[in-house]
């Protein structure tokens, strides 16, 4: 049975385009050594600046006459002398971001759920789209997931949450694929009890999971003595992987941990292989900076904000993105003998999480997707959500453009949000608005989008 849904995944993937030839490319060259990859990746920066230079506005205003670009020729050592790209550029410059042949290259818009407090949208484009498929499936490989293995994913996106039932495309897609969505919107005890029925029903090959979801659930499987099927391996991702938290996941579903790193607008970027030394960051489609708080780049071995620029999209290139994450780049080289460098100690922001008048916990990446979800209508530029009392939040919201009468003019947005809050807080909580100016960053520079007043 595995072998022929194996057979027909692939062949849909083969129908949708080249990401199964990426596949092979980029497999052929992980393991080439460190200095091969490198030249190659040079090549790609090269390229996707150059067309940044000529065919992309807002770079070409930054680029001209910086010597950035000279006579059709990159020179990478004036690679850091173009500005990083904050999100707010996203959302400001958005028009003169595109590329002008963006009609020739299949795009779409994509958003990112504000994970940073800030909601973007970015272009993307099929090249783009198979690159990032083929580095899925190669971090699937090296975590031993195989075509056709059975998943369950313990996962919640905004959009697959809220929009409604699922089509008839995507559940025979989740058949072929053998794969179970469990709702990780909400955790309280009955939910926990339901995932872990599934987990034992099914006995899946694998799970992957948002960290903070996966974490919760084996703190609940071992306070409650329960037992739990332990599956061949669990890729986690969405979220910063504590030793504390690998250390439970790891005792409680006896398996290997694999964790992933990636962002909606620049997909998967880093994961490990079962050598676990670190994330292997993927050469061919990410180029990785890791810079000191002065803008200078830190030295291998030395924590800093990483700053990703994506190879592959040419539909809207960022070049230099700040990601809003902090990173490692590793002095070691992988005993596994894969070229492409180790990222250390990768963290996204912190933020807290929500407690609940029952002790159960909501974590913050819910609560972040239940604003993702108006963010669509792009009428919202910042948020925080503030556990005041266990019953009691305050969403601070800064509208992108300013508004006389919010409540009225966003009733239904706002209407919709409180349904939302209440769904993972309980009917008894109460929710208010205020609308403010600005929402400042604290005062280590770093933005809270959640925050709890309640203690745990
Ligand atoms: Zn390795």
């Known amino acids: 049975m595995k072998f022929v849904r194996s057979s027909i ?4 993937i083969k129908s949708q385009g080249g990401s199964l030839e990426k596949l092979k490319l980029i497999e052929d060259i992980q ?26 506005p807002y770079y070409r205003q930054l680029m001209d006459n910086k010597g950035i ?3 059709n020729k990159v020179n990478l050592k004036r690679f850091t002398d173009i500005p990083i790209l904050e999100k707010s550029d996203l959302i400001e410059r958005f028009e003169e971001l595109k590329s002008n042949d963006l009609k ?37 490989k090296w975590a031993g997931i195989d075509f056709g293995d059975s998943l369950i994913r313990l996962w919640g996106s905004e959009r697959d949450l809220f929009v409604g039932k699922e089509t008839l495309k995507t559940m ?3 058949l072929i694929k053998s794969e179970k969505w469990l709702n990780a919107f909400r955790m309280n005890n009955e939910d926990m009890e339901k995932f872990l029925d599934e987990i034992n029903n099914m006995k899946p090959n694998h799970i992957l999971a948002y960290v903070e979801s996966i974490y919760e659930l084996a703190r609940y499987i071992e306070l409650n003595n329960k037992k ?13 992987l504590y030793p504390h938290m690998r250390d439970t996941i790891e005792r409680v579903f006896d398996t290997e941990i694999f964790n992933r790193y990636g962002s909606r607008e620049v997909g998967d970027i880093a994961c490990e292989c079962s050598n676990h030394n670190g994330l292997h960051i993927s050469s061919l489609t990410h180029f990785i900076e890791v810079i000191n708080p002065d803008g200078t780049p830190a030295k291998n071995g030395v924590e800093g904000e990483l700053i990703v620029t994506p190879l592959t999209n040419f539909s809207m290139p960022l070049l230099r993105y700040r990601i809003g ?12 003998g894969r070229g492409f460098p180790l990222l250390e100690k990768v963290s996204g922001r912190i933020t807290d999480r929500f407690i609940r008048p029952d002790g159960s916990i909501v974590i913050p990446i819910y609560l972040i997707h239940i604003v993702g979800v108006v963010l669509y209508d792009k009428w919202i530029r910042k948020f925080q959500i503030i556990q005041e009392d266990y019953n009691e ?8 453009s300013p508004n006389n009468d919010p409540h009225l003019v966003y009733k239904n947005q706002l209407n919709e949000i409180t349904d939302k809050i209440k769904f993972v807080m309980g009917k008894e909580c109460n929710i208010s608005y205020e609308f403010v100016n600005n929402i400042p960053p604290t005062s280590s520079g770093k933005y809270r989008y959640i925050i709890s007043k309640v203690e745990g």
């Open 9 to 12: 995944y692939k062949m849909k």
């Open 31 to 56: 393991f080439f050594p460190p200095e091969k990859i490198t030249e190659i990746q040079e090549e790609k920066l090269k390229k996707i600046i150059l067309h940044s230079y000529y065919n992309v």
């Open 69 to 71: 670009v000279e006579n």
């Open 104 to 140: 020739n290259r299949k795009s779409f818009v994509n958003s990112s759920g504000g994970s940073t407090g800030e909601p973007v949208s970015f272009i993307q484009d099929k090249e783009y789209y198979d690159w990032m498929m083929a580095v899925k499936f190669l971090f699937n």
């Open 172 to 174: 025979v897609g989740r």
């Open 228 to 240: 739990v099927y332990s599956p061949e391996s669990i890729m986690t991702s969405a979220g910063t």
């Open 325 to 336: 994450d902090t990173g490692t780049i590793s002095r070691e080289v992988c005993s596994c």
């Open 393 to 400: 939040v305050k969403v601070k919201i800064v509208l992108q």
